[in-house]
């Protein structure tokens, strides 16, 4: 049974980093049939899809328009898990943070998901 | 990209059909058979309940069902049960490697 488990401050600073992790039991960060997203859920912004990471041949990773110039999505192979980082954040940036699983057979539709984690921007 | 359109809420009486509609573009909902359907209680992660337009997932009620015609994609749900209450997400891929959500229904049942 796959499992995510979610980690990371609920509080962040506006202009800091936003630093999120997700521990992945039952499945491997480095499978060559799953690939290890962030999506974010906000009043204002509804279910926004941030961006993921997989390896087939070599790693890859894909981000939405929206975030691209200031988010980075990393394996940690060493620990099966993956993170997520969001630079210079405001109070957009607010939101419950999920991490989800894209697996086989669910190509290309989310799974699995981790708890999420309420994410304030505020000083 | 701009989210997909699905109505606000939607309502029906226990052991009735609804259907819960998701429009998009030809450059997502059109051009792909990906569209997924999320279910999400208050305070939870959302469940997939649809993926590639129709297909259930293992442990997933047959009371689901999904459809979809052009740019539209529809969510059916019939002898609706107490439980089914909750918040509906369709989400499609949208080329370029990026995905879209829609802006959520509110189901209550009656």
């Known amino acids: 049974q796959v499992q995510l488990q979610q980690s990371g401050p609920g509080l962040v600073k506006p202009s800091q980093t936003l630093s999120l992790t997700c521990a992945i039991s039952?499945?491997?960060?480095?499978?060559?049939?799953?690939?290890w997203n962030w999506i974010r859920q906000s009043p204002s912004r509804g279910l926004e899809w941030l961006g993921r990471?997989?390896?087939?041949?070599?790693?890859?990773?894909d981000y939405a328009v929206s975030v691209k110039s200031r988010v980075i999505i990393n394996p940690d192979t060493s620990k099966n898990q993956f993170s997520l980082q969001l630079y210079s954040v405001t109070p957009e940036d607010t939101a419950v943070y999920y991490c989800?699983?894209?697996?086989?057979?669910?190509?290309?539709?989310?799974?699995?998901w981790g708890q999420g984690t309420m994410v304030t921007v505020s000083s | 990209q701009s989210a997909l359109t699905q109505p606000a809420s939607v309502s029906g009486s226990p052991g009735q059909s609804i259907t819960i509609s998701c429009t998009g573009t030809?450059?997502?909902?059109?051009?792909?058979?990906?569209v997924s359907w999320y279910q999400q209680h208050p305070g939870k992660a959302p469940k997939l309940m649809i993926y590639?337009?129709?297909k259930r997932p293992s442990g997933v009620s047959n009371r689901f069902s999904g459809s979809k015609s052009g740019n539209t994609a529809s969510l059916t749900i019939s002898g609706l049960q107490a439980e089914d209450e909750a918040d509906y997400y369709c989400?499609?891929?949208?080329?370029?490697?990026?995905?879209?959500f829609g802006g959520g229904t509110k189901l209550t049942v009656l």
């Open positions: 989800a699983r894209a697996g086989d057979p669910t190509t290309y539709a989310f799974d699995i």
């Open positions: 039952g499945d491997s960060v480095s499978s060559n049939s799953a690939a």
């Open positions: 990471t997989y390896q087939r041949s070599k790693w890859y990773n």
């Open positions: 030809s450059s997502d909902v059109g051009s792909y058979n990906v």
């Open positions: 590639e337009d129709s």
């Open positions: 989400c499609s891929y949208a080329g370029s490697s990026t995905w879209v």
